[in-house]
Each structure stands twice: as C-alpha cells, then as structure tokens.
C-alpha cells in the first residue's frame, strides 16, 4: 500500500497506469480510487475471511481490491474471482491464489454485515472513514448532515470549470460548451462555474490549453467573494498555489502579491497564472512566516496549510494519511500564520482566514483565540457577502463536503478596527 512506502498516492497511481490504454487506464484509475475510498470498511470484512497467518501485504491488496468489485456489483462475480486468481499468480504468491479464491467465495457465500445504529464506530466502518473524522463532524454537525457528507466522500464528484474573464466572454463560453458531446448545465449557485458530467480527459480541450477556461471547485470562490476585492487594492494572497483564487482576484482588478514557500507550487502558480492570463499579480517564493515585507496590505488571503478533509471525496487518501493530532498541529501553525498576518495590515485592513477542511482544531478555534488575543479585531458576517445557505450562525462561512455538490470549505472575515 503507498502508505507504508510513504509516498503520494495520485503520483504512485498516476505512475503505475501510464503505459496502459484509455479503457484500461479509466478501469484502474476506479478500482484503486474506489478501493482507498472503501478501504476502512474492506478491511472490516478480512478476519472474517482470512487467517492472520496467511497475510501479507500484496494478499491483502488483492483482496480489499476484489472486494471492493464484488461490493459494487459492476463486475461480473465469476470474472472477479477470476482475475483476482491470476494477479496472485501474477504477483508470484501463486500458493496464495486458493487463499484468495476461498475467502472471495465465501464472501459470495456468506457475506459479513456491519451494525448501523448510528455510532462513530459503526458510521466509521458503514462509510469506511477513520472513528475520529467521524466522530469530528458528529459533534460539530449532528448525525444527519454527517451522513450525508461522509456518503459524498465516497462518490464521485463532478468537474466543475470557471469561466476566466480576463481571456473570454461568456458567449464564447457558451458556444465552446454546446458544441462538446457531454452534458453540462451552469450552476445555480456560483457564478461563472459550469458543472461537467464527463469522465472524458478535460486536459485535452482547447478551451484549458488557451486558459479561457479553470478547472476549480466553485467552494474555494466564497474565500474571494468574502474577501471582496477591489480595483487597485492591495492585496496579498500568501499561500496563493495552484492560483485559482489569485486569478479570480485578479478578475476584480485588485493587484495582488501571490506568494508560496514550495519551489514545485511555485511552479504551477507561475504557469497556471500565465495561462490565465493574469496581469495584476506578482509572485513572491518565499516563506510568509519569514520574509521581512516591506509594505502594508488592504486585504490578505490567507489561505493556510490544513488537513484538507473537505476534500475527501477527490482526494480520497487523506482520510487515511491524516490523524488527529495533524489538526491540532496545524491548527497551532495557522494561528502563527493569522498573528503573522494581523501584522502585515494597514488601517482597517481585512484577513480572509480560509481552509479547505471541517475540524474545530483548524477553524473555529483559530478564529477564536486570535480573536481573544486581538481586541483590535472583529469578524464581520459573511451573510453581508454570501448567501446565508453558506453561513453558520457565528457569521463564518462553512459548506460541508457535497452539501452544494462541491468540496468542504471554511472561511471567515476579520477586520482591523
């Protein structure tokens, strides 16, 4: 499994299935996003199928894989089986292969069931999910918007593309999409984003290659409308990569200092706001925790590291790679990256905080003792800019993961008295 060689698990995956054909490659890139969605609760299933002595890693990755089809009932059973057989043979643990084939037909045979009354243990092994997260949004969201998130993060999401201003009309946008052989529709909730009902290689249309066009979920947009940018304002997006929410900002004609500590996001930043065709930004390698500016902000973005558990249904990985104290830790961080920021405002500045994860750790707690720690700072509603469908009751802005059929997002808005 890419977690015990610690390594990426898109970039192992995206690796191992280069040299396949289109069908083929589409097949693997499934079975293995959908196995790690599921894996917590395959794994259930194992004691009862398999002897602990007759384990091993290559054995285990075989079976949680031909689970995971038999579950999805997509796949003809006798062709699982089947196949699950040859890859032990493959994998050279060929004594292996009548393991393998009788503990898949005892599945068929006798599958195993999981209680479901609710509880953090039982939801954690229904939606395969660590007990932790789950019992995270329980406290924060209640069983039922719980469900219905922890359910989101096993499907499959939609593609979402930002129609970019700066190099089109939406016309012309328009015109592109009616003459593509997929279905799309222009969401209801945020403009400019169009939702795309395609597994076809989005990379490959004109529109993306001539930068008319951003794949970007349309949540990581409420951070901008919230921050609400200006002409001529100046604004500091500091932790700006991939540069989706800079060029959006770019959009409104503020100029922007987009800066990121990484050398490799650096790199996309500077490509992708190329592409797009963004005039207003400069870019900055440097780390902000460090670097000695040498002028104030009206606005700052402030975008920061977290543990990205909105994004779950996309990056399906994380739920397994992040653990509890990770909020925690980077909770901490973030709040050195607020204190940082309140410093860097001119008078009546504002600090948009963001994150792309749900946990009290990252979010509401930073705000909290930032605030605490700073009288001269008071959060201003984001009901004033936002729908109050994005809003929870302390004015900050939170979408949960599927609720708007996007990503899972947190922001609020602090202005300097």
Known sequence: MWQEKGEDFKKILLKEIAGLGPQDR???????????????????????????????????AILLVSLFQLEEKKWPEYAVVNEAVLMARAFRIEKMAGVVNACLRKFLRQPPTLKFSGSADELAAAYSYPEWIVEEWLTLFGKEKT??????????????L?????????????????KQKFDWEKSGRFEDFFKIRSTIPLDDFSLLKAGKGYIQDPSSSLAVQL????????ILDACAAPGGKTALIAEMGAEITAMEKSPRRMRTLQENLKKLGVKTAKTLAADFLAYQFEQRFDKILLDVPCTGLGTVAR??????????????????QALSFLE????????????????????????????????????????????????????????????LPGECETDGVFACRLVKK
């Open 315 to 332: 990056h399906p990985e994380l739920r397994w790679e992040k653990k509890k104290e990770d909020a925690a830790r980077l909770g901490t």
């Open 340 to 399: 940082r920021a309140a410093g860097l405002l001119s008078s009546s500045g504002v600090i948009v905080y963001s994150t792309c994860t749900l946990t009290a750790e990252e979010n509401w707690k930073v705000v909290d003792r930032f605030l605490n720690a700073h009288p001269e700072f008071q959060r201003e509603r984001a009901e004033r800019w936002l729908s109050p469908e994005f809003c929870d009751n302390e004015g900050n802005a939170v979408v």
């Open 26 to 60: 589409s097949l693997a890139w499934e079975l293995a996003v959908g196995t790690v969605k599921k894996k917590g609760r395959l794994e259930r299933f194992l004691p009862h199928l398999l002897h602990q002595e007759n384990s091993n890693s290559t054995l285990k």
């Open 227 to 234: 921050l609400n940018p200006h002409p001529n304002e100046n």
């Open 147 to 160: 469900i219905r998130a922890l359910a989101w993060g096993n499907g499959a999401p939609p593609i979402f």
């Open 162 to 178: 930002r129609l970019n201003r700066l190099k089109t009309t939406e016309a012309e946008f328009f015109e592109f999409l009616s």
